[in-house]
Protein backbone atom coordinates (compact mmCIF):
# COMPACT_ATOMS: atom_id res chain seq x y z
CA UNK A 1 0.00 0.00 0.00
CA UNK A 2 3.12 2.30 0.86
CA UNK A 3 4.33 1.70 -3.12
CA UNK A 4 0.69 2.55 -4.30
CA UNK A 5 0.00 6.38 -2.05
CA UNK A 6 3.93 7.22 -3.16
CA UNK A 7 3.25 6.02 -6.81
CA UNK A 8 -0.35 8.38 -6.67
CA UNK A 9 1.13 10.97 -4.79
CA UNK A 10 4.08 11.82 -6.81
CA UNK A 11 1.64 11.49 -9.90
CA UNK A 12 -0.62 14.62 -8.28
CA UNK A 13 2.58 16.49 -8.24
CA UNK A 14 3.99 16.05 -11.37
CA UNK A 15 0.59 16.85 -13.01
CA UNK A 16 0.56 20.34 -11.59
CA UNK A 17 -3.34 19.92 -11.25
CA UNK A 18 -3.08 20.61 -7.78
CA UNK A 19 -2.66 24.14 -9.10
CA UNK A 20 -6.01 25.35 -9.78
CA UNK A 21 -7.99 23.93 -6.18
CA UNK A 22 -4.76 25.30 -4.42
CA UNK A 23 -5.07 28.89 -5.84
CA UNK A 24 -8.52 29.05 -5.27
CA UNK A 25 -8.20 27.92 -1.76
CA UNK A 26 -5.60 30.22 -1.58
CA UNK A 27 -7.80 33.26 -3.58
CA UNK A 28 -10.89 32.40 -1.03
CA UNK A 29 -8.46 32.87 2.35
CA UNK A 30 -7.66 36.15 0.62
CA UNK A 31 -11.10 37.11 0.43
CA UNK A 32 -12.26 36.19 3.49
CA UNK A 33 -9.37 36.35 6.02
CA UNK A 34 -7.81 40.13 6.62
CA UNK A 35 -5.55 40.41 9.59
CA UNK A 36 -6.73 41.33 12.64
CA UNK A 37 -9.99 39.72 12.39
CA UNK A 38 -11.46 37.62 15.24
CA UNK A 39 -9.50 34.35 14.97
CA UNK A 40 -12.28 31.96 15.20
CA UNK A 41 -14.68 33.74 12.76
CA UNK A 42 -11.58 33.51 10.10
CA UNK A 43 -10.68 29.75 11.18
CA UNK A 44 -14.45 28.85 10.35
CA UNK A 45 -14.29 30.60 7.13
CA UNK A 46 -10.90 28.70 6.33
CA UNK A 47 -12.54 25.25 7.13
CA UNK A 48 -15.12 25.99 5.40
CA UNK A 49 -14.03 26.73 2.24
CA UNK A 50 -11.46 23.73 2.18
CA UNK A 51 -14.29 21.05 1.53
CA UNK A 52 -15.03 21.64 -1.95
CA UNK A 53 -11.13 22.30 -2.81
CA UNK A 54 -11.15 18.62 -1.20
CA UNK A 55 -13.43 17.12 -3.10
CA UNK A 56 -11.87 18.33 -6.28
CA UNK A 57 -8.14 17.38 -4.99
CA UNK A 58 -10.08 13.53 -4.45
CA UNK A 59 -11.48 14.51 -8.83
CA UNK A 60 -7.95 15.41 -9.88
CA UNK A 61 -6.51 11.92 -8.17
CA UNK A 62 -9.15 9.52 -9.27
CA UNK A 63 -8.94 10.84 -13.09
CA UNK A 64 -5.66 11.09 -12.91
CA UNK A 65 -4.07 8.23 -14.85
CA UNK A 66 -4.77 7.19 -18.27
CA UNK A 67 -6.92 4.44 -18.81
CA UNK A 68 -4.32 1.78 -19.69
CA UNK A 69 -2.13 3.18 -16.63
CA UNK A 70 -5.09 2.58 -14.28
CA UNK A 71 -5.56 -0.81 -15.55
CA UNK A 72 -2.14 -1.67 -14.99
CA UNK A 73 -1.93 -0.50 -11.74
CA UNK A 74 -5.15 -2.16 -10.67
CA UNK A 75 -4.65 -5.35 -11.89
CA UNK A 76 -1.23 -5.29 -10.37
CA UNK A 77 -2.69 -3.97 -6.57
CA UNK A 78 -5.83 -4.54 -7.02
CA UNK A 79 -8.56 -1.90 -8.13
CA UNK A 80 -10.30 -1.47 -4.82
CA UNK A 81 -6.44 -1.06 -2.90
CA UNK A 82 -5.26 1.33 -6.21
CA UNK A 83 -8.48 3.56 -5.64
CA UNK A 84 -8.27 3.69 -2.29
CA UNK A 85 -4.78 4.90 -2.64
CA UNK A 86 -5.76 7.92 -5.00
CA UNK A 87 -8.40 8.51 -1.98
CA UNK A 88 -5.88 8.62 0.64
CA UNK A 89 -3.62 10.52 -1.46
CA UNK A 90 -6.37 13.35 -1.85
CA UNK A 91 -7.49 13.30 1.63
CA UNK A 92 -3.47 13.45 2.76
CA UNK A 93 -2.93 17.18 0.64
CA UNK A 94 -6.56 18.52 1.68
CA UNK A 95 -5.13 17.78 5.29
CA UNK A 96 -1.64 19.44 4.54
CA UNK A 97 -3.35 22.42 2.90
CA UNK A 98 -5.91 22.90 5.65
CA UNK A 99 -3.37 22.57 8.79
CA UNK A 100 -1.08 24.94 6.63
CA UNK A 101 -4.18 27.46 6.56
CA UNK A 102 -4.89 27.13 10.22
CA UNK A 103 -1.37 27.80 11.07
CA UNK A 104 -1.50 31.12 8.75
CA UNK A 105 -4.77 32.45 10.03
CA UNK A 106 -4.15 31.46 13.81
CA UNK A 107 -1.08 33.70 13.54
CA UNK A 108 -2.28 36.72 10.82
CA UNK A 109 -5.75 36.99 13.07
CA UNK A 110 -6.78 38.73 16.35
CA UNK A 111 -7.02 36.42 19.19
CA UNK A 112 -10.04 38.05 20.55
CA UNK A 113 -13.75 37.41 20.79
CA UNK A 114 -16.18 38.47 17.83
CA UNK A 115 -16.85 41.81 20.18
CA UNK A 116 -13.15 42.52 20.93
CA UNK A 117 -14.11 42.26 24.73
CA UNK A 118 -12.89 38.71 25.17
CA UNK A 119 -9.28 37.22 24.66
CA UNK A 120 -8.88 33.68 23.06
CA UNK A 121 -6.02 31.30 23.54
CA UNK A 122 -4.40 31.58 20.02
CA UNK A 123 -3.09 27.75 20.33
CA UNK A 124 -6.81 26.75 21.73
CA UNK A 125 -8.35 28.55 19.06
CA UNK A 126 -5.67 27.07 16.53
CA UNK A 127 -6.09 23.34 17.48
CA UNK A 128 -9.79 24.14 17.74
CA UNK A 129 -9.75 25.14 13.68
CA UNK A 130 -7.42 22.09 12.77
CA UNK A 131 -10.16 19.78 13.79
CA UNK A 132 -12.90 22.02 12.17
CA UNK A 133 -10.47 21.83 8.92
CA UNK A 134 -10.00 18.10 9.46
CA UNK A 135 -13.68 17.68 9.60
CA UNK A 136 -14.42 19.36 6.19
CA UNK A 137 -11.30 17.65 4.79
CA UNK A 138 -13.16 14.65 5.43
CA UNK A 139 -16.58 15.52 4.12
CA UNK A 140 -14.66 17.40 1.20
CA UNK A 141 -13.44 13.56 0.14
CA UNK A 142 -16.60 11.54 1.21
CA UNK A 143 -18.60 14.49 -1.33
CA UNK A 144 -15.35 13.87 -4.03
CA UNK A 145 -15.66 9.79 -3.67
CA UNK A 146 -19.53 9.75 -4.31
CA UNK A 147 -19.30 12.25 -7.20
CA UNK A 148 -16.04 10.91 -9.55
CA UNK A 149 -15.55 7.91 -10.60
CA UNK A 150 -16.21 4.85 -10.60
CA UNK A 151 -19.97 5.91 -9.62
CA UNK A 152 -20.14 8.65 -11.76
CA UNK A 153 -18.15 8.63 -15.08
CA UNK A 154 -19.80 11.32 -17.29
CA UNK A 155 -17.45 14.73 -16.64
CA UNK A 156 -21.27 16.64 -17.29
CA UNK A 157 -22.90 14.85 -14.61
CA UNK A 158 -20.15 14.59 -12.17
CA UNK A 159 -18.72 17.92 -11.70
CA UNK A 160 -22.82 19.17 -10.94
CA UNK A 161 -22.91 17.14 -8.80
CA UNK A 162 -19.72 17.55 -6.86
CA UNK A 163 -20.26 21.08 -6.70
CA UNK A 164 -23.95 20.49 -5.52
CA UNK A 165 -22.98 17.64 -2.72
CA UNK A 166 -20.32 20.22 -1.46
CA UNK A 167 -22.89 23.03 -0.88
CA UNK A 168 -25.17 20.64 1.01
CA UNK A 169 -22.03 19.15 2.97
CA UNK A 170 -21.48 23.33 3.97
CA UNK A 171 -24.95 24.43 4.65
CA UNK A 172 -27.58 21.31 5.51
CA UNK A 173 -28.71 20.81 8.87
CA UNK A 174 -26.93 17.65 10.58
CA UNK A 175 -24.17 18.12 8.11
CA UNK A 176 -20.59 17.78 10.30
CA UNK A 177 -19.15 20.36 8.44
CA UNK A 178 -21.49 22.84 8.78
CA UNK A 179 -21.59 21.48 12.56
CA UNK A 180 -17.48 22.06 12.70
CA UNK A 181 -17.67 25.70 11.55
CA UNK A 182 -20.74 26.71 13.48
CA UNK A 183 -18.88 26.08 16.37
CA UNK A 184 -15.87 28.25 15.82
CA UNK A 185 -18.74 31.38 14.24
CA UNK A 186 -20.68 30.52 17.75
CA UNK A 187 -17.44 30.26 20.35
CA UNK A 188 -16.18 33.48 18.96
CA UNK A 189 -18.78 35.23 20.03
CA UNK A 190 -18.47 34.26 23.63
CA UNK A 191 -14.75 34.17 23.39
CA UNK A 192 -15.17 30.44 24.09
CA UNK A 193 -13.12 27.77 22.59
CA UNK A 194 -15.24 24.86 21.24
CA UNK A 195 -13.72 21.58 20.18
CA UNK A 196 -15.89 20.00 17.54
CA UNK A 197 -15.53 16.14 17.98
CA UNK A 198 -18.46 14.82 17.75
CA UNK A 199 -18.78 16.57 14.03
CA UNK A 200 -15.16 14.91 12.89
CA UNK A 201 -16.38 11.69 14.99
CA UNK A 202 -19.56 11.51 12.40
CA UNK A 203 -17.25 12.97 9.60
CA UNK A 204 -15.29 9.93 10.06
CA UNK A 205 -17.57 7.69 9.71
CA UNK A 206 -19.51 9.36 7.02
CA UNK A 207 -16.35 9.14 4.83
CA UNK A 208 -15.48 5.80 5.60
CA UNK A 209 -18.37 4.43 4.26
CA UNK A 210 -18.22 6.75 1.12
CA UNK A 211 -14.93 5.25 0.83
CA UNK A 212 -15.33 2.17 1.13
CA UNK A 213 -18.91 2.22 -0.82
CA UNK A 214 -16.46 3.70 -4.09
CA UNK A 215 -13.79 0.97 -3.97
CA UNK A 216 -16.58 -1.40 -4.08
CA UNK A 217 -17.81 -0.50 -7.05
CA UNK A 218 -14.49 0.20 -8.54
CA UNK A 219 -13.81 -3.60 -8.20
CA UNK A 220 -16.83 -4.49 -9.75
CA UNK A 221 -16.49 -2.19 -12.80
CA UNK A 222 -13.06 -3.12 -13.24
CA UNK A 223 -13.92 -7.04 -13.37
Known sequence: MTALLRYQAALLLRSQRWLPPVVLYAAALGIGVQGGQPVLDSLGWAAAVLLPVAAWLVRICVTGEPPAARGCVSAARGPARAHLACL???LGAAVVLGAAATVVV???SDPVSTDH???VPPLAAGGAGLLAAL???LLGT???ALTAWPLLRSPGRAVPALLLAAL???VATGSPARAAVDALVTGSRSGAVPLPLFPLAVAALVTTAATAAACALSSRRSA
Request: with cysteine; aromatic share 0%; hydrophobic share 65%.
Open 168 to 170: LAL
Open 135 to 137: VCA
Open 88 to 90: LVA
Open 106 to 108: TLI
Open 117 to 119: GTR
Open 142 to 144: AVG
